[in-house]
């Protein structure tokens, strides 16, 4: 029908909200949408890294390659990168990638002067801005009850013996996942369809407390459980099901077909989202939609893409063998 709307109105509710981890519900809205803005939180929003390193000394036992790779995987705290320049955009330095807008410059400077071997890590990088630094693993809140400081002292890079030295200068630019994993900002993005969960109370009446219980264990998560009380079957958690259809298969061979209905709510989603520590997880998640929006944005129809689609429809026809 002309003119019709299709515009929907996406809800969100928090559940779970930490530094590096957030778990919400999306709901009023389709698989597509929450795809589209899994894939953006994995590889478009940019976070910073090190791409460039200048090796000035370098006697350990790892080559200039290696440590230059590992550098780059170092995550480091990217608040800043969303108003940053991309390095191939930036006007300033014509992109050259060395300037204050597009980069922020590293140095490390490390020599083992004592017979105990010496761990460089992240903690001795130097940088030119506060607001970029290496993700300090041992003062993490989540890391904090397994490495004590003093063992762990940030992510190690290479381990010197006496008379060994590094010494570099290194280049962190602003960049996406799509382009290279060091700069996807997300550990893991993954979204399950909300479940919901029918028991059919009448036919399960009809079975004994040993089958009951017996259908309950079938389940290889604990989605069902046994009320003490009235001995009756209940759904403890919903959201560990796994869609693995064990307990539909169960009440088949127990000849009771229909014992239970479990069906995909295909417009309600639960997000699990974790971060490497780049940004924050909740950030993530907005600069998701802000990079997702510009992206919509760029394929809105105006009256310059109308001409464009009617030249490629042409074209299109071309291609096919419908025109010469």
């Not at 300037?99 to 490390?108: A, G, I, P, Q």
């Not at 077909?257 to 924050?280: M, N, P, Q, W």
Request: contains cysteine; aromatic residues 6%; glycine residues 6%.
């Amino acid at each position: 029908m002309d003119g019709a709307s299709y515009q929907r109105f996406p809800r969100v509710k928090i559940r779970d909200m930490k530094d590096d981890y957030l778990k919400f519900e999306l709901r009023d809205t389709d698989a597509s949408m929450a795809n589209a803005l899994r894939r953006v939180m994995l590889v478009e929003v940019p976070t910073i890294a090190i791409d460039l390193v200048e090796i000035e000394s370098n006697s350990s036992v790892l080559n200039d390659e290696f440590i230059a790779h590992r550098l780059g995987l170092i995550p480091l705290t990217s608040e800043r990168a969303m108003g940053m320049r991309f390095s191939r955009d930036c006007d300033a330095c014509d992109g050259d990638g060395q300037c204050e807008y597009c980069s922020v410059e590293f140095h490390l400077n490390v020599k083992c002067t004592s017979d105990q071997t010496l761990d460089v890590t992240s903690a001795d990088l130097r940088s030119s801005d506060d607001r970029v630094v290496p993700i300090d693993v041992a003062g993490r809140g989540s890391y904090s009850n397994a490495f004590e400081a003093s063992e762990q002292r940030g992510i190690i890079i290479v381990k010197l013996r006496r008379g060994q030295e590094l010494r570099l200068r290194a280049i962190a630019r602003k960049g996406i996942g799509k382009d290279h994993a060091k700069w996807s900002p997300a550990a893991t993005v993954t979204f399950m369809y909300e479940p919901e969960i029918h028991i059919n109370e009448d036919l399960m009446e009809t079975l004994s407390l040993e089958e009951k219980q017996e259908w309950v264990e079938s389940c290889p998560t604990r989605v069902f459980g046994m009320d003490p009380n009235t001995q009756q079957v209940v759904v403890v958690d919903a959201e560990a099901y796994t869609y693995d259809d064990e307990v539909i298969k169960k009440a088949e061979a127990m000849g009771k077909s229909g014992l239970v209905e479990i069906y995909a709510k295909e417009d309600s989603f639960i997000f699990t989202v974790e971060s490497t520590g780049a940004i924050k997880a909740s950030q993530m998640v907005i600069n998701a939609i802000e990079v997702l929006k510009q992206k919509l944005d760029a394929v809105r129809p105006s009256l310059d893409t109308e001409e464009a689609d009617e030249q490629f429809g042409e074209l299109n026809q071309h291609m096919r063998g419908g025109a010469m």
